[in-house]
Nanobody
């Protein structure tokens, strides 16, 4: 089971990026996928997640209306579109996976400890 996050970069405040989380070794169809960020010196924090069963989505309050999570099961990829980026969004972004049905997504979907598999992160830097 491997996850690879990519798509980060350096953008000005107000800019946009689209991150991709590509899975290999397993089918995303059966997993909850979450996106997390970790700023320097801070703990990893859940940003958004999407379920397999009904593609329900959940977001951290501070990113609602700016970030959009989506998935393409045919490409075994989950995306996180980041719009209206702010300097405080600067962080390393990670994707994680856990088998659908293993957790209450509504309650724990944005908690890093709930996830079993992780990819390497991708750096997002927003300049002011």
């Amino acid at each position: 089971v491997q996850l690879q996050a990519c798509g980060g970069g350096l953008v000005p405040s107000g800019g946009s990026l689209k991150l991709s989380c590509v899975a290999s070794g397993f089918k995303l169809d059966y997993y909850v996928i979450g996106w997390f960020l970790q700023a320097p010196g801070k703990e990893r924090e859940g940003v958004s997640c999407i379920t397999n069963f009904d593609s329900s989505t959940y977001y951290l309050d501070s990113v609602k209306g700016r970030f959009t999570i989506s998935k393409d099961n045919a490409k075994n990829t989950v995306y996180l579109e980041l719009d209206d980026l702010k300097p405080e969004d600067t962080a390393v972004y990670y994707c994680g996976a856990v088998e659908d049905g293993q957790i209450s997504v509504a309650r724990y979907g944005l908690l890093p400890i709930a996830y079993r598999y992780w990819g390497q992160g991708t750096q997002v830097t927003v300049s002011s």
